[in-house]
């Protein structure tokens, strides 16, 4: 039960997304997305929340940079995500390097408030509650409607992951996201450098050539992003990966691709890049949680799995998160925050394809809006942490 988009696309949720060019204006949009949230919100009960699309790039960096096309097609597809039913809206400042206009899609600048325009503080609280109120009277209109699981874009990551997260949790989401694409849904999956050491698995599964040449891309691009860093994957592991017993980059790397089923994979996108294919799709991004998690939702992901043994509170504003647990002391522990609890696979009282079956329906049941993750009853959601890999001046 999804939200249907002019653009053919769904939604799966009904989100006021409002964008910025620049990290300046950040206070200034906090203030006001409070005041809509308070003033506004509770006049359109069809309209799930406000989210304002910070973060901290737009002035003092190399904007023509080569390296500058990951920020700013992320915050440019971030922008136009489907769970914002098209109303684009953006807040600038008026002397930044990132011109609001290049997250506007060419369209009229009757989407932009510029605050270096604006008569004092509260003229520009008025001007951008002006503005999101025009488009919260549309957004009020569209109902959920019966769409294909087709239309979803599903990511899956891992994160806090332990010796249990090959075993239990990333084969039943592997299992998932084979059902996913079996129904014609786009899965992403990600962390370059936590597939990296495993991609001779990886590399026979592409579906051509250009799918295999893009994949090698990807990982050269990775390698001499790391090589000019001084740093290298072995890095990856953390600490609490090596309590949980991964000793080192490649174990986890086994258990990390597993997440990805047995599908073939039908596309590469670069950092930042939007889905264009069903199907199984590597999206690269680094394997930070946060960043990883900003860059699916540019690429166009509804919802994200997120297999965890270590336990994390991390989650999304724009799109929910279900976490899956490695065992079942974590869901004991954490009975409040883990939705799904893949540690009975290791206990023997379910089977791979049995968790791997209700993942598919919590996600179903999650898109429909018929059940909210624990992430979401507590409204708790990280930053979006956009990826720069260009010079800051």
Not at 146 to 159: A, K, T, Y
Not at 350 to 378: C, H, M, N, Q, Y
């Amino acid at each position: 039960m999804g939200y249907r988009n002019s653009d053919g696309t769904a939604g799966t949720k009904n989100i006021l997304g409002i964008a910025t060019s620049v990290q300046c204006v950040a206070g200034v949009l906090e203030f006001a997305v409070n005041k809509i949230k308070q003033e506004l919100l509770p006049q359109f009960p069809n309209v799930d929340d406000v989210v304002a699309l910070t973060h901290t790039y737009g002035c003092g960096v190399a904007i023509n940079a080569p390296d500058a096309a990951v920020p700013i097609r992320t915050v440019q597809n971030l922008s136009s995500h489907p769970n914002f039913g098209g109303e684009v809206m953006i807040v600038g400042l008026g002397c930044e390097k990132l011109v609001p206009q290049r997250l506007n899609e060419g369209k009229d600048e009757e989407n932009i408030v510029s605050l270096q325009d604006q008569t004092g503080f509260m003229n520009m609280i008025e001007s951008i509650m002006k503005m999101a109120r025009e488009r919260l009277e549309r957004l009020n209109r569209r109902k959920r409607e019966v769409c294909p699981v087709s239309d979803l874009v599903i990511g899956v990551q891992c994160g806090g992951s332990d010796a249990f997260s090959g075993l239990t949790p990333n084969p039943a989401v592997g299992y998932a996201a084979d059902l996913l694409v079996r129904a014609g849904a786009t899965v992403l999956f990600s962390e370059v450098t936590e597939v990296r050491d495993a991609v001779h698995l990886l590399a026979p599964r592409v579906e051509n050539e250009e799918v295999g040449k893009a994949l090698i891309r990807e990982m050269q691009w990775y390698d001499e992003y790391l090589s000019r860093g001084q740093a290298d994957r072995s890095a990856n592991p953390s600490p609490g990966n090596k309590r949980g017993g991964l000793s080192n980059v490649v174990e986890k790397a086994l258990g990390s691709i597993v997440k990805s089923g047995t599908a073939p994979i039908t596309d590469v996108l670069a950092p930042g890049e939007k889905a264009r294919k069903k199907g199984l799709v590597f999206a690269a991004t680094p394997a930070s949680d946060f960043v990883c998690g900003t860059l699916q939702l540019a690429s166009g992901m509804h919802l994200q799995v997120f297999t965890t043994g270590r336990g994390t509170p991390y989650s999304l504003s724009i799109a929910p998160v279900i976490k899956v647990s490695t065992r079942n002391a974590l869901q004991e522990k954490w009975p409040d925050l883990i939705d799904i609890n893949a540690g009975k696979i290791a206990t023997g009282e379910a089977s791979i394809e049995e968790v791997g079956w209700e993942i598919f329906r919590e996600i179903l049941a999650v898109a429909s809006g018929d059940r909210k993750t624990w992430a979401e009853k507590w409204g708790i959601h990280n930053d979006l942490s956009l990826f720069n890999p260009a010079p800051v001046t």
